[in-house]
């Protein structure tokens, strides 16, 4: 700026002057008004048009010659108007430079970040263009988690139809989408199966838009992938409706089921109740693992012996129901049969499994169905209480094969103890009822060993501590096998004491003396002197004579020693 005044003072001006015919200061003050415009706008356009317009009255006020004075007013619009007008020019040009800078910087900011975006969000998403009313699509763009998501590289994209991309189970599904959003600017939520390039199905949630724009429809959807979500969502959704031991359905699916099915459409429909026996029995006796398999044995027996459109659930603890439509009570008594066979035929182990079924029919809409699923638990119940005998017989013969299987006890064993039994009853004068339940305790008081590995029960070495504290817990589990059942719930107190001691060191409660049941202090003598004579793998047998003695050495310790005398003098004079 400084050169070009002084070129225009030294050179310009006088140039200007001699040649136009415009005086020097006129010139000089518009050049000033040009310069200081450049420099500071529309300030210095007013600033230099006041000092030219000054400078103006100074040189006609001090002219030898006379000058009009509309000269002076014709001057001083002129200067100001370039000032003002070329200052405010310039100020505006300057601004819109500016702001145009700023604006370019901002929308460079802006496409920087909005790819960053497009290829960092958390997902997928696709740009496309919907070429026709059917809802037939040109992919235009993709971001990197959607080639992540499906396994393509961002250019495959360009090449693919959605047909090669969606599953074929929903593609008539996008189609209905896009076909949509063809139509009519909107929007659409949906869910959508993709499948990647090594072929493995993503379940995604697809939130798509579209607009109009040329002529032409361009769309874009985000992708989610709730694959997980899904699963987690069926898992919820299996443990709401199923069983989470058996398997089967629960209680809760079963009776929206009994709505549903309860129209004209199923009838007749039948509904079978039932009910295990002797869940009790084994998980008092043989833990509830045990329990938990018969339960299952059940579960997967009711589930064989039905159809495919049956409804087999667990209704209670033991109990299960099943759902017949269209099944008349001739058809539900067949299916009854088939469960029974399916049951009665499966490989247990403690107890032979068993279950009291009861059906009854619907044939009319007017009744009440759940007066019907109550007349199935009523016939249910009478036949478990038909039945409840023989299984109760079955039970107990099969614990007493199963404690010979599993020990040294044998029947001889166990009639020989009735046997000095029934004499120590006689001696004694004793009641027949107290007879009889030394007669079952002479078979059953060992019960409890029935969940004691045989290897321990069977050990001739040394007994380690853990397994001795095993031992020790068979008259727990014994009482519980006997108060579970009414036919054996009489013996269970002596079940439970026939360990202790007279001296109060016996297990499992340490009674001493007369606190303990006269049966299990009966019992306690016979057996150890049949054990003596008799022999085991962790004792060798003695004599009669042997076998005396350590009874008389263990009188008033282990044994009643009132009882032990009596015991001795049967064996004395009868020579048993």
Known sequence: MVIIAVISYAVLIPFLSSYVGIPERGIMGTLLI?????????????????????????FIAKSPRQIDSSFMIMGTFLYLFIGISLGRLLDVVRSQKTNLAKMLDSLERKGIKYHQLFDTIVDGLFVFEITDIYGYVKILNTNTIVGKMLGYEKEEFLTLTCDQLISPDYAKKMRYFLSKLYQTESEQLFEMVFITKQGQRVVTECHCNSIKRDGKVYGNCVVRDITERK???????????????????????????????????????????????????????????????????????????????DT?????????????????????????????????????????PSIALGCETKTFIQQDIHLILKHAEDN???????SEQSNRSAVISTLERTLIEVSEETELHALRLQTLCDQMCEKMNLPGSLKSELRLLAVLHDIGKVVIPQSILTKASELSLDEW?????????????????????FI?????????????????????????????????????????????????????????EEIKRASGTQFDPTLANIFIEIIINEKV
């Open 34 to 58: 040009f310069l200081f415009t450049m420099i500071w706008g529309l300030k210095g356009g007013v600033v230099a048009a006041a000092y030219s317009i000054i400078t103006l009255g100074y």
């Open 492 to 548: 269970a107190k002596g079940i439970l004491t026939h360990h202790e001691r007279w001296d109060g060191t016996g297990y499992p409660r340490g009674l001493k003396g007369e606190d303990i049941p006269l049966s299990s202090r009966i019992l306690s003598i016979v057996d150890a002197y049949d054990v003596m004579i008799s022999g085991r793998a962790y004792k060798q047998k003695m004599s009669n004579e042997e076998a005396i």
């Open 469 to 489: 504290r095993l031992i020790k817990q068979h008259p727990e589990v014994g009482y519980r096998i006997a108060q579970s059942s009414p036919d054996l719930a």
């Open 312 to 352: 087999v659930a667990r209704y209670g603890g033991d109990e299960f129901v099943i759902l017949l439509p269209n099944t008349t009570t001739q058809e539900a008594e067949g299916i009854i049969e088939r469960i029974s066979n399916k049951i009665s035929q499966t490989q247990f182990g403690p107890i032979p």
């Open 231 to 309: 699963k987690v969502e069926e898992k919820i959704r299996y443990l709401t409706f199923h069983d989470s031991l058996t398997g089967i359905y629960n209680r809760a699916y079963f009776e929206n089921e009994l709505e549903k099915y309860d129209n004209l459409r199923y009838l007749p429909i039948s509904v079978i109740m039932g009910d295990m026996n002797g869940l009790k029995l084994v998980n008092d006796a043989f833990g509830h693992d045990e329990g938990d398999r018969l339960l299952k044995i059940a579960a997967n027996s009711l589930k064989e012996s039905c159809r495919q459109a």
């Open 380 to 386: 249910m119940y009478q036949q478990k209480l038909m």
